[in-house]
């Protein structure tokens, strides 16, 4: 169903990948094969040991023989365990050599398109004008600055105090106008009020 529709999904595992993987597996394997020659190595040790102790020495002879070729085959199987191990090392650090590659050939390919976006002569013309602009820049600051004579100095003063004279006059101009009419005498009511009861003693008094 899932060829008929849809597309098959691909495998991520690579050549490279399964030729670490089967690496792994021999080197496991002959690990278990190391320990379980030494598990009988010293087993046959105390075995040996034991046969002496009951004065047979032939049997304990030939138990020692079977195993100094045992242990013959563990060495071997210590040499091809290194040389396993420095096969996984050099498979997986390849791996490593092949992505870091992989990663400079993709930026190569966009330093250069990014390149390909820049024009030489475009770029010194860009540079140029920014020159240009600078130095013209530098004219205009220099005039403003310092570059003036004492007589271009004094006619700016003139023009800054008639500028002054002339926000003054405007200043001046929007204050209020003070009436000049004089403000009529007013008596205050509270004298009146005071003087009427003196008023009303002045008539009982009558």
């Known amino acids: 169903m899932g060829m008929l529709f849809g597309k098959p999904k691909v495998s991520r595992i690579t050549d ?9 597996q021999q080197r496991d394997t002959l690990k278990r094969y190391q320990q379980r020659v ?21 049997k304990a002879k030939l138990l020692l023989r079977k195993k100094k070729y045992q242990t013959e085959q563990l060495e071997r199987t210590e040499a091809s365990l290194d040389t396993i191990e420095k096969l996984i090392q050099d498979l997986e650090y390849t791996q490593i050599e092949t992505k870091v590659i992989e990663g400079l050939k993709i930026g190569n390919v966009a330093l250069k398109k990014a390149n390909e976006l820049f024009n030489i002569e475009h770029i010194e013309q860009l540079l140029d ?3 240009e602009g600078i130095d013209k820049q530098r004219e205009i600051t220099d005039l403003l600055s310092g570059a ?10 003139a023009e800054l105090n008639e500028l002054i004279i002339v926000e003054h006059q405007k200043a001046m101009d929007n204050l209020p106008i003070v009436p000049s009419d004089e403000l009529p005498v ?8 005071d003087n009427l009861p003196t008023k009303k003693i002045a008539l009982e008094a009558q």
């Open 186 to 193: 007013t008596i205050p009511e509270t004298k009146e009020k």
């Open 129 to 131: 004008e920014t020159k």
């Open 148 to 157: 003036l004579s004492s007589e271009d100095e004094e006619a700016v003063e």
């Open 16 to 24: 490279h990948d399964r030729a670490v993987l089967q690496m792994k």
């Open 38 to 58: 030494e598990k009988l190595l010293e087993s046959e040790r105390e075995l040996a040991k034991r046969l002496l102790s009951e004065n047979k020495r032939d």
